[in-house]
């Protein structure tokens, strides 16, 4: 089975790292260019990872998120660009010069957190970009929060709807991770029931040919007990969750239900830990469901480390399509 994939890099990212994934990529979404309300871009300097990525045959996007000048996620930002026939042009001509003087090979929404009032307006703002677009060449995709039906409550889900967003975009992102948070209690990250949940509907609503499934590409460090409002996890890569496995001793279980492993050990002050993170298993139950559900393929947050078994896994499953330059669009 053919799939594409897609992967979240930052513009900081290890050149070891990146020379290392690239070859298994189809696209490479770059974090990330922030807005002002009058539909002007706050750029960032992805010269040389655009080039990287041409040179592997990899198309790379522009992510735009609704996002300041700190980089910080502000919906009020979003609502008055969405909201002004101007504002939604002059972004749109912005987004599209910088992909032609870059080199790009289109744009990637990461409109977070928006009023649920602006629904519509975003649906329609993504739909009036691929308008202009698609006829380029250029690919509009969008990533979208983890909904499991339509009227989910929640500044996360409210204001990103799945069937118009499956008829606006050429490809919609689905962000099935994040279960197990940073300020959240102890659990799997993407566990394989929730990401089910989240597909089940999301195929109602968008083409499944549409879907790429997020995979996380890390994991999470709780010290207990969990106190909620306080508690805070120490984020890992998949590396550093495996070798501190080794390091305390731990044996690594494994939760059926998430299909996930987890541990957990004791640190120097004798407090718990419960850590939960990925691995060889973890991710080919993930991957099981992109060939279940018929899916585009997936996307990864993030690929700012390396974790061969991922690709090991990947490979014995699938075959990665390295999308024509020439052609663009999908």
């Keep these: 089975m053919d799939i594409l994939v897609n992967g979240y890099m930052y513009p900081f990212v290890n050149q070891d790292v990146l020379a290392a994934t690239l070859p298994h990529l189809s696209l490479l ?33 522009m992510v735009l998120a609704a996002m300041d000048a700190e980089g910080n996620f502000d919906s009020q930002i979003a609502s008055d660009m969405l909201n002004n026939p101007e504002a939604r042009e002059r972004l749109i001509e912005n987004i599209l010069n910088t ?149 305390v001793g731990a044996v690594v279980q494994f939760d059926e239900v998430a299909q996930a492993p987890y541990y957990n050990y004791f640190d120097a002050q004798g407090r718990e830990h419960e850590v939960w993170f990925e691995n060889e298993a973890s991710i080919r139950a993930k991957l099981n469901l992109v060939a279940e559900y018929g899916l585009a393929g997936v996307s990864y947050w993030n690929l700012m480390s390396y974790f061969p078994e991922n690709w090991e896994v990947l490979y014995s499953m699938f075959n990665v399509v390295k999308l024509d330059n020439a052609t663009g669009i999908l």
């Excluded at 309300?37 to 198309?59: K, T």
């Excluded at 962000?175 to 102890?186: D, I, V």
């Excluded at 509907?201 to 890390?218: F, V």
Aim: hydrophobic content about 40%.
């Design 99 to 247: 992909i032609r003087a870059k080199n790009l090979g289109g744009v990637d929404f990461d409109f977070e957190f928006l009023y649920a009032e602006d629904r519509e307006a975003y649906a329609s703002f993504v739909d009036q970009t691929r308008q202009r677009l698609n006829p380029e060449g250029y690919i509009v995709a969008v990533a979208l929060a983890p909904k499991t039906y339509a009227e989910q409550p929640g500044l996360l889900y409210e204001s990103h709807d799945y069937g118009l967003m499956g008829q606006a975009a050429n490809l919609v992102l689905l962000m099935t991770y994040e279960w197990g948070y940073r300020f959240g209690p102890p659990m799997a990250v993407a566990p394989v029931d929730q990401v089910r949940r989240v597909l089940d509907y999301g195929i109602t609503e968008i083409d499944p040919s549409k879907i790429l499934m997020g995979i996380p590409n890390y994991g999470y460090d709780w010290t207990l007990p969990f106190v909620q409002g306080v508690s805070e996890a120490e984020r890992l890569t998949i590396e550093e969750a495996a070798l501190r496995a080794q390091q």
């Design 29 to 61: 979404s770059i974090f990330t260019y922030g807005i002002t309300s009058e539909g002007d871009l706050i750029p960032i300097d992805d010269e040389s990872l655009i080039e990287a990525a041409r040179q592997n045959g990899v198309v790379p996007l």
